[in-house]
Antibody, heavy 122, light 110 residues
Framework: EVQLLESGGGLVQPGGSLRLSCAAS????????MSWVRQAAGKGLEWVSA????????YYADSVKGRFTISRDNSKNTLYLQMNSLRAEDTAVYYC???????????????WGQGTLVTVSS | QSALTQPPSASGSPGQSVTISCTGT?????????VSWFQQHPGKAPKLMIY???KRPSGVPDRFSGSKSGNTASLTVSGLQAEDEADYYC??????????FGGGTKLTVL
């Protein structure tokens, strides 16, 4: 059974940093591209970042480019999102999502975690 | 990258069919066959319903179907059931390593 378990969310001040983790199990982690998708309260989904199965390719939405860094440790089956210079508009539930296959651009996110809430406020 | 355009709401009675549109541009939906649809119930994570325009993951009822014409993709739900009431989001690859979502459509089963 595929499981994705996010952690690391919480309250942080504007300009602060936070690192999210997503522990994966039930599938061959290194074979799948992974993404982070966020959702502000009462709002729609927003793709944030993606990483290839090997970790050699990383991709970002313009809204987070230069501030967020996605990475993965295939030996630990874990995905990460390092978030720096956080802003109020980054407040959202952050989901990690597995791509159905190797190419994140297909957008075929077939499994999602339960989400972790990030609140940026003073 | 601009979001895809979806109607904010849609509705239908049990047993009826409803179609939700997702309008993009010639830079996303119009040129890539990487359109997905997600269902999201309140307080839950999204669920993949359709990928690559019209493919259904295993376990998704065949009442759900997807299509694309020009810059617009569509999700059709046939034989509406009460449990289909949810928010639906489309997504598309938009080139230049970008992925965009629609604003979401709230489907109400009357």
């Amino acid at each position: 059974e595929v499981q994705l378990l996010e952690s690391g969310g919480g309250l942080v001040q504007p300009g602060g940093s936070l690192r999210l983790s997503c522990a994966a199990s039930g599938f061959t982690f290194s074979s799948c591209a992974m993404s982070w998708v966020r959702q502000a309260a009462g709002k729609g989904l927003e793709w944030v970042s993606a990483i290839s199965g090997s970790g050699g390719g990383t991709y970002y939405a313009d809204s987070v480019k230069g501030r967020f860094t996605i990475s993965r440790d295939n030996s630990k089956n874990t995905l990460y999102l390092q978030m720096n210079s956080l802003r109020a508009e980054d407040t959202a539930v952050y989901y990690c999502a597995k791509t159905r296959g190797a190419y994140y651009g297909s957008g075929s996110f077939d499994f999602w975690g339960q989400g972790t809430l990030v609140t940026v406020s003073s | 990258q601009s979001a895809l355009t979806q109607p904010p709401s849609a509705s239908g009675s049990p047993g009826q069919s409803v179609t939700i549109s997702c309008t993009g541009t010639s830079s996303d939906i119009g040129v890539y066959d990487y359109v997905s649809w997600f269902q999201q119930h309140p307080g839950k994570a999204p669920k993949l319903m359709i990928y690559e325009v019209s493919k259904r993951p295993s376990g998704v009822p065949d009442r759900f179907s997807g299509s694309k014409s020009g810059n617009t993709a569509s999700l059709t739900v046939s034989g509406l059931q009460a449990e289909d009431e949810a928010d639906y989001y489309c997504s598309s690859y938009a080139g230049s390593n970008n992925l965009v979502f629609g604003g979401g459509t709230k489907l109400t089963v009357l």
